[in-house]
């Protein structure tokens, strides 16, 4: 039987859910926001006569959602026999899945993320997720993303008008454009921002964002992430999504190498921030 999960996502809520064999788990996120990263205890249910066990695990990786993830881990191992400790050290020593939140440098004062988000839906939670480990209200939440190409065109301004809403500095720019034009592409995506009330600008505007109102373009996914590496304030929180993982850049039918996260460390080294 597969794991489901359900529960609040605030701090100190208790998280229940079903693993193999139907034994239950209970669990609770002790702590997410101040130290950016994740403390979770989980507690095997008494069900089936596998007693009670208590694990004490402690994550680098981000947010609510990996939160769930490590408890139903916890749940299914807990279940099929493993010792506490061996748990403890295997999920406490993950470092999470390449391309899903993945964490550029080690500077929490500039922290820059990779994530594969590329629909609305999958953008919305990490930038909420990102939203919540702010921990400066001047604090500014970075978006860079684009929109794939020959691929579902009624998402591009969804994606837009996500950025909008959630995002401080939204960054829109090309991701796999394949066989349609690049700045069509983006003309589409930027039209769920202006239909929220920002307007377009260039790169060499180091203004941009919720409060002038204004959202930058730039085609060039290299240099827009430079410019939100550049335009970052001690404190900001840098997002990268659309490709994640992915080492490779699709222009026209030609499949070129690159790197969000390779990009973005060489920028935060240049700067001093990694």
């Known amino acids: 039987e597969k794991k489901t999960a359900e529960g609040q996502s605030v701090e100190g809520k208790t998280v229940e859910g079903k693993t193999v064999e139907g034994k239950t788990v209970e669990g609770k996120i002790s702590k997410e926001k101040t130290s950016k990263e994740n403390i979770a205890e989980a507690r095997k249910g008494e069900n089936g006569g596998v007693g009670n066990m208590t694990l004490a695990i402690k994550s680098s990786v981000l947010g609510r959602f990996n939160a769930l993830n490590i408890l139903g881990a916890a749940a299914a191992a807990a279940a099929l026999g493993l010792e506490p400790r061996t748990i403890e050290k295997a999920l406490s020593g993950f470092a999470g899945t390449p391309g899903r939140l993945t964490r550029v440098g080690e500077n929490s004062d500039y922290l820059v993320l990779a994530d594969y988000s590329h629909t609305p839906e ?3 939670v990490a930038l909420e997720t990102l939203d919540g480990l702010k921990e400066d209200p001047e604090s500014r939440l970075l978006c860079l993303f684009g929109c794939g190409g020959d691929r579902d065109r009624g998402k591009r301004p ?11 500095v939204v960054i ?6 394949r066989t349609e034009d ?5 003309e589409e995506a930027g039209q769920g921002l202006k239909d929220s009330g920002l307007k377009p600008v260039g790169a060499a505007d180091r203004t941009a964002g919720r409060k002038s109102r204004t959202f930058v373009v730039e085609e060039d996914r290299r240099l827009a992430v430079r410019y939100g590496c550049e335009v970052m304030n001690k404190g900001d929180i840098f997002l990268i999504a659309g490709k994640g ?5 699709i222009l026209g039918r030609e499949k070129r190498h690159f790197d969000d ?7 935060l080294r240049e700067l001093g921030r990694e």
């Open 122 to 124: 999958a953008l919305k």
């Open 158 to 168: 969804l994606m837009g008008r996500t950025a909008a809403r959630l995002a401080d």
């Open 172 to 177: 829109l720019t090309s991701d796999n454009p």
């Open 182 to 186: 690049p700045m069509a592409i983006i």
């Open 245 to 249: 993982h992915e080492n490779y850049q």
């Open 261 to 267: 996260v390779e990009e973005a460390l060489a920028v």
